[in-house]
């Protein structure tokens, strides 16, 4: 068995526990910031208020106009109100969109982001930035975007509907699942995507079940931040391709699409993946995960369909082309065919094809 790995660490502060937004003033100050602009969605607009009353003097305003996918238009408003209030840096609150915008204003202006994540998402442990333009999202990497802190009060997740905790907390565990088979994978990223995940699918039966239940978002928001670094630390493969591809073009929600994918993406990888799918099996106690994640999501209540998200079957075939334009790194060859059985299985909902059922030998 072969061990080569090159690892980098990323230069990141987390501060987490119930309450950690009560330390927002001293991480915003300890990074020299005098007036930060405020990011969240509408529809947390008055969690954007509960931040900016907390900054205090430090807040300069706040935009609460985060969008799924960082639309163009949004991050263009958002980089002139910073330069409008003479923003040093800026919080951004929320899930991926809230945190993506602040990487839209930090890739142009170079602006600080402290972030405060309130989904599973994981956006915030990563230097991966996105925009997207006329139905085209282009993403890359820039260390500028990487926050400079953050801020996990799991506090701010008792909100989080149970549909979308669970969704999210799916997404979160697909970063850990193709984590483990990255190109760039290493030992200490496997620990963190075994535990990562172990914690998620153990806490978001009970988050489910109560949302209110502090320890069970505790634990599920520790696992994300461990997938999130992971996302963040690893080159991500045919499930996230595919499902860059269904959101950015078909406008599907991301958590909720990531939810119907991941199965089907990790029964036609395993064959090729059996270390990855040696850990899973340790983390999600159950011998198949492709198949414990999809009947977890059913636990859950999680759409596991694509079709149920809106999906019309005609687009099946022009996704699966784009999925496989430009080549990427995966464990097993990613063929048009095989994409579109993928799809048909993700649209229809069905069990995912094992590799027993894909004439495939462990
Ligand atoms: P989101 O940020 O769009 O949030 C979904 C909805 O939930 C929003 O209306 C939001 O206001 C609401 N919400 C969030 N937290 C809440 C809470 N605690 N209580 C009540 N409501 C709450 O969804 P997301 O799944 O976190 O992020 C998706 C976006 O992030 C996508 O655009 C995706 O591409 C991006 N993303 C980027 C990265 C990256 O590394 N760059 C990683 C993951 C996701």
Not at 1 to 11: E, I, K, N, S
Not at 12 to 29: H, I, K, N, S, T
Not at 120 to 149: H, N, Q
Not at 154 to 171: D, H, V
Request: with cysteine.
């Amino acid at each position: 068995m072969t061990r080569d790995f090159v690892y980098t660490a990323l230069p990141m502060r987390v501060v987490f526990g119930a309450g950690a937004l009560r330390r927002l003033p001293d991480e915003v100050a300890a990074l020299g910031l005098t007036r930060v602009l405020v990011l969240c969605s509408a529809e947390q607009a008055s969690t954007g208020e509960v931040v900016a009353d907390a900054l205090g003097e430090r807040a300069a305003g706040v935009l609460p106009e985060a969008r799924m996918h960082v639309p163009v238009e949004v991050a263009h408003r958002a980089r002139a109100l910073a330069a409008e209030v003479g923003a040093d840096g800026c919080v951004a609150v929320g899930g991926g969109s809230a945190i993506g915008l602040g990487k839209a204003i930090a890739l142009e202006h170079g602006l600080p982001v402290v972030a405060v994540p309130t989904t599973y998402a994981g956006s915030e442990m990563t230097p991966i930035w996105g925009l997207t333009e006329g139905g085209t999202k282009r993403t890359g990497r820039d260390p500028r975007v990487l926050p400079r802190s953050v801020l996990y009060d799991p506090e701010l997740t008792l909100t989080l509907p149970a549909e979308l905790s669970a969704a999210s907390g799916l997404n979160a565990i697909a970063h850990a699942v193709e984590g483990l088979y990255a190109p760039d994978a290493s030992p200490i990223l496997s620990l963190m995507a075994e535990e990562g995940a172990r914690a998620l699918a153990t806490a978001l039966p009970a988050v489910v079940a109560d949302g209110g239940d502090l320890d069970a978002r505790v634990e599920a928001q520790y696992g994300a931040w461990l997938c999130g670094a992971v996302l963040g630390a690893t080159t991500m493969s045919l499930h996230h391709k595919l499902c860059h591809a269904l959101g950015g073009n078909l406008d599907l929600p991301h958590a909720q699409t990531h939810a119907a994918v991941l199965p089907h993406a990790l029964a036609y990888n395993a064959p090729a993946a059996a270390r990855a799918v040696a850990v899973l099996s340790r983390a999600l106690g159950a011998p198949e995960p492709a198949l414990a994640l999809w009947e977890l999501a059913g636990r859950l209540g999680v759409p596991r369909s694509l079709r149920a998200l809106g999906m019309a079957e005609d687009d099946i075939v022009r996704v699966a082309g784009l999925a496989v334009a430009s080549p990427y790194a995966n464990p097993r060859p990613v063929t048009r065919d095989a994409v579109e059985t993928l799809l048909r299985a993700a649209w229809s909902g069905a069990p995912p094809h094992l590799p027993r059922d894909q004439g495939v030998p462990r």
